[in-house]
């Protein structure tokens, strides 16, 4: 028998639970040059911003040991060229969209969800209260629970349909982040962004990207993605997209018995695009072989001591 692959998020049913992660593959149209986007559970654009913005100058990335530092600044096309020039691509593809929406003060988060609420193509939105990589706002929201919990509320007057709530690691708490979030009215939690880091070059002595820090990403990241994924969990009772150096089967089925219920591919994509449809196919054998017949079976079931 086939394992069924299918997961739901806030009401939202996934073919199955792999999905891109924010920033790395833009807006899905490169990807669909080498699969249908059917093949993935969810489609998530890079962050969307209320006036196009072109990032910092380069370098803005740099390899790490087992992972990559990045400060992209948030380049995008801002609102109006998404909904004009992305927005009918996205509609014609056969996966779930997931936009995601990034601001520099409460108000810019809610006008860009807005503008999105008229759009039926978006399914959801993932609002990114945690980019390390901008001066203002980003992980400012996202680091107190308070501004959490506001812009949360705010965006929820304007956006009817699921809003999930992605969460920083660069915190004291992120389980009272997360509870803010919920307060606020999120509908699930993408859990994480990636962590402060820097580097530096010894002959020049400068740092390796002009933004001085990024954000870390890559399996370097997975430890403390699952720690935080299974903290989210045991405090709450929403869904969580887990995020964080998945770039095999295995990593993808430790995220799930830790407690997220589908998963993001982020940096492993810019090795291998096709990373998500091979974990969901490798993933199918796995749940085979151990007799299990739904991938959602495995969400929090890791046998603690
Ligand atoms: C080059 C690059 C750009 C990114 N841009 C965004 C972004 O615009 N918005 C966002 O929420 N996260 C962004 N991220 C973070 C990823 O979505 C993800 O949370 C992080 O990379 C951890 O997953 P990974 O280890 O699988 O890469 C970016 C990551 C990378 C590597």
Redesign the pocket.
């Known amino acids: 028998m086939t394992p069924d692959m299918k997961v739901t998020i806030a009401g939202v049913e996934l073919a199955n639970p792999l999905m891109t992660?924010?920033?790395?593959c833009g807006y899905g149209e490169e990807l669909a040059n080498l699969y249908p986007l059917s093949k993935l559970g969810a489609l998530v654009t890079?962050?969307i911003t209320l006036k196009p913005r072109l990032g910092h100058p380069v370098p803005r990335?740099a390899e790490t040991a087992s992972g990559?530092l990045?400060a992209?600044g948030?380049a995008n096309v801002g609102i109006d060229d998404f909904i004009r020039e992305k927005i009918p691509f996205l509609a014609k593809q056969k996966t779930v969209v997931i936009v995601?929406v990034?601001g520099s003060a409460i108000d810019e988060y809610v006008e860009v969800s807005a503008r999105l609420n008229d759009q039926p193509a978006v399914d959801m939105i993932?609002l990114?209260i945690?980019?390390p990589n901008v001066n203002e706002g980003g992980m400012e929201f996202g680091a107190n629970s308070r501004l959490t919990e506001q812009s949360v509320a705010a965006v929820r007057k304007v956006f009817s349909r699921p809003i999930i709530a992605?969460l920083s690691p660069n915190v004291t708490s992120i389980a009272d982040i997360a509870d803010a979030a919920a307060q606020g009215g999120a509908d699930a939690f993408s859990v994480?962004?990636?962590l402060v880091g820097t580097s530096v070059d010894v002959d020049s002595w400068r740092p390796r990207l002009t933004n001085n820090k990024g954000?870390l990403?890559?399996p370097a990241?997975k430890p403390v993605a699952l720690a935080m994924v299974n903290a989210v969990y045991e405090r709450s009772r929403l869904p969580i997209v887990g995020?964080?150096?998945?770039a095999t089967w295995s990593d993808a089925v430790e995220f799930m018995l830790c407690g997220a219920t589908a998963m993001?591919?982020?940096?492993?994509l810019f090795i291998d695009p096709f990373t998500p449809v091979k974990i969901v196919n490798e993933m199918k054998t796995y749940l085979k072989k151990k007799k299990i017949s739904a991938a959602r079976d495995l969400v929090g079931k890791v046998r603690k001591y």
């Open positions: 992660a924010s920033g790395c890079k962050s990335t990559m990045n992209i948030l995601n990034a993932e990114n945690s980019c992605k994480i962004n990636s954000g990403t890559g990241i995020i964080g150096g998945i993001q591919v982020g940096t492993a």
